[in-house]
């Protein structure tokens, strides 16, 4: 599904990843764990297509093909999905308008017919049950006034609505009460499938008590240093992160 | 070049305005010319015009014309739903394509040309009252030349059960369509007014001038539509003197024209309320200047201000928004909003928000934003599928429709945002 070979992307003249490797077969779920500052948020912005990272040198190859090369909007319609750590409110663009627009950008890609508006409209009230929000959500500005719990929710509704091939969670948990980290929780266990592969980029340990990775990756200075089951991350938490930054 | 053109071209042209038999009215105008004459169009050395050039007025001689030529496909685009209809065309009140069979009762609506024939003294009431010549030079040639126009009056306590429109409509080149509307609504009544402007030749010259009484705990909601054709020069002012309790709101949309000026001002007596909202969009070399001025002059006003502009190549745009607070007008309670989003870097916006005031227990803020569509935004919605160009559609989009989305008339609303979409292609809303 994806392949990250010997990564290494700057910011200006700093590097930040260094010589990043990583596999992820269908269905995998990968935590990736690390101090701030280590380059998790730099790995999900470059894999997304953030503009102002430049790649260096290495490769990353999702389902055979060449994701640097692609826009950013063509790796979300191929089906690359970032859930962002901090979602952008924008004003006067309804969460129901953006949630149609893209799903038409995805059916177009694949060479579908635009989706039928009421077909639409129960499979997006469907999602927004299961992650229990209320509907006026659809009719509201994307993330506009919402509070921080309210906009990682929306960020998984999307997801349950674009199903993607590849969803990569950036730092979700952050800032999330237990009951709302019990909701998105069970909102991406909800999308768990044998063709859908997660990132989960956190700092907390806590996460992974809800959603259960299958490999565990500890990033430190821009290149992953350890790598486990779960049991890696409670090894984390008990040490911290000095541990493995004594390691690099 | 100068004015000269103009003033020459006047005794002939004086001989064919209406009310020739009214002293009274010969002398307004007189007096209307003679301030012209004395100072021309305005220039960028006028403190309030600093930003528009106006030489364009002058290069060309705009004259009136008496000629009635319609532009139906014009008409049916423009044309609100579910509201009396008013046309005007290239000056001149037209009975014969306006739809005054279902009027609303308790409006009188005669041509200002009628008006003045059938209930001179009546209008000599009203007539200069909102404004004075010697607000600019602009209004004392409207004094001038003003060839028709419309007389609307509500009657008291009188609730009109739907909106009229007055649609502007020029179909000569060069022309030149002067008119003055007075807009009485009386005591505890209430009415909405759609004023639209519309051409379908090259050149020609809209200088029309609206006054408007809001009398006590009347409400009188303006909505103004200004999508002159791409080369026309457009001056447009609405001035109301509200009485106490009064509401006014005027919602001002400038899409069209070369250059436009608008001028919309509001004098408010004791505990009136005044809102103004606007949106500009303005592209290539457009020019689009607002000037807006409220006065509270008495205690408990409230006024609320909100223009939001949309500026794209090498458009420029000014913004004068002025609120003076007279040394009587204690708990007074005034907000402005200006915000601009420039689209490219050759664009301009002149905004020059200005509070005065003179009480001491009052209430004002203001606040002015210029700024471009936001990076995170983009990729947001990139990252989303959509690609960049229609995310900057989208994202502009967003920003104007906020002003369409205050708009209650839904007849009104539709043709707005048809507007507003015809210019952002590939997106649907």
Not at chain 2, 44 to 64: G, H, I, V
Not at chain 2, 296 to 303: A, E, F, Q, T, V
Not at chain 2, 391 to 417: C, G, I, P, Q, Y
């Amino acid at each position: 599904m994806l392949s990250i070979k010997n990564l290494h992307a700057s910011v200006g003249d700093k590097p930040i990843l260094k010589g990043l490797t990583l596999d992820i077969a269908p269905g995998e779920v990968h935590a990736i764990m690390g101090p701030n500052g280590a380059g998790k948020s730099t790995l999900s912005h470059v894999l997304s297509g953030k503009s102002g990272y430049t790649v260096t040198e290495g490769s990353v190859t999702y389902n055979g093909k060449d994701l640097l090369e692609m826009a950013p909007e063509i790796r979300a319609r191929e089906g690359v999905f970032l859930a962002f750590q901090y979602p952008v409110e924008i004003p006067g663009v309804s969460n129901i308008y953006l949630l149609k627009a893209a799903l038409n950008a995805m059916r177009k890609h694949k060479g579908l017919p635009e989706v039928d508006a009421m077909d639409f409209l129960t499979l997006v009230k469907d999602k927004v049950k299961l992650l229990q929000m209320d509907e006026k959500f659809l009719y509201r500005a994307v993330n506009e006034g919402f509070s921080g719990g309210e906009k990682k929710r929306n960020e998984i509704l999307q997801a349950a609505v674009l199903e993607p091939n590849l969803c990569i969670l950036d730092e979700t948990d952050s800032g999330l009460d237990i009951d709302a980290l019990r909701i998105v929780s069970e909102g991406v266990n909800s999308l768990r499938a044998a063709n859908r592969s997660f990132l989960m980029i956190t700092h907390y340990q806590r996460l992974l008590d809800y959603i259960k990775p299958d490999v565990v990756h500890v990033l430190a200075d821009g290149r992953i240093v350890k790598s486990g089951g779960p049991e890696l991350a409670l090894e984390l938490e008990e040490k911290g992160y000095s541990w493995v930054e004594g390691q690099v | 070049m100068s004015n000269d053109a103009y003033l020459a071209a006047y005794p002939a042209l004086a001989e064919r305005l209406p009310g020739q038999d009214l002293a009274w009215l010969q002398q307004f105008r007189q007096s209307g010319l003679q301030a012209f004459a004395a100072h021309g169009f305005p220039t960028l050395r006028d403190e309030e015009w600093r930003y528009t050039n106006l030489a364009a007025l002058s290069k060309t001689q705009f004259a009136p014309t008496a000629l009635q030529t319609a532009a139906d496909d014009l008409l049916a685009e423009y044309r609100v739903a579910d509201a009396a209809l008013l046309v005007l065309v290239n000056g001149h009140f037209v009975p014969a394509l306006s739809d005054l069979a279902d009027l609303p009762a308790g409006v009188t609506v005669l041509s200002l040309a009628q008006a003045l024939q059938q209930q001179a003294a009546k209008v000599a009431d009203y007539l200069g009252k909102a404004v004075a010549e010697t607000e600019h030079s602009l209004v004392a040639f409207n004094n001038a030349w003003f060839a028709d126009g419309l007389w609307l009056e509500v009657a008291a306590k009188q609730v009109l059960s739907k909106p009229l429109q007055i649609l502007h409509l020029v179909t000569e080149s060069t022309a030149l369509a002067a008119t003055r509307q007075l807009v009485v609504v009386n005591q505890q009544a209430e009415a909405e007014i759609i004023e639209t402007f519309v051409g379908n030749v090259d050149s020609y010259f809209t200088a029309c001038v609206n006054e408007c009484f809001v009398e006590q705990n009347a409400g009188l909601t303006w909505y103004k539509l200004q999508a002159e054709a791409s080369k026309a020069q457009h001056f447009g002012g609405t001035y109301a003197k509200q009485a106490r309790d009064s509401r006014f709101s005027h919602h001002n949309f400038a899409f069209g024209s070369l250059l436009a000026r608008s001028d919309v001002h509001s004098d408010l007596d004791i505990a009136s309320e005044c809102s103004l909202n606007g949106l500009y969009l303005a592209a290539q070399r457009q020019h689009i200047d607002n000037h807006t001025r409220i006065n509270h002059l008495k205690p408990h006003g409230i006024s609320r201000e909100f223009y939001k502009g949309v500026l794209d190549q090498k458009a420029r745009a000014v913004f004068q928004g002025r609120v003076v607070v007279a040394e009587d007008a204690q708990k007074t309670d005034s907000e402005m909003n200006n915000r601009n989003l420039l689209l490219s870097s050759d664009a301009e916006i002149d905004t020059k928000p200005q509070l005065e005031i003179y009480a001491d227990d009052v209430k004002c803020s203001h606040g002015v934003t210029v700024g471009q569509l936001e990076e995170k935004s983009l990729f947001y919605l990139q990252s989303r599928g959509i690609d960049e160009e229609a995310a900057r559609h989208v994202l502009t989009f967003a920003f104007a429709n906020e002003m369409v989305d205050k708009v209650e008339n839904s007849s009104l609303k539709a043709l707005l945002l048809k507007q507003l979409l015809a210019r952002f292609s590939g997106i649907e809303f």
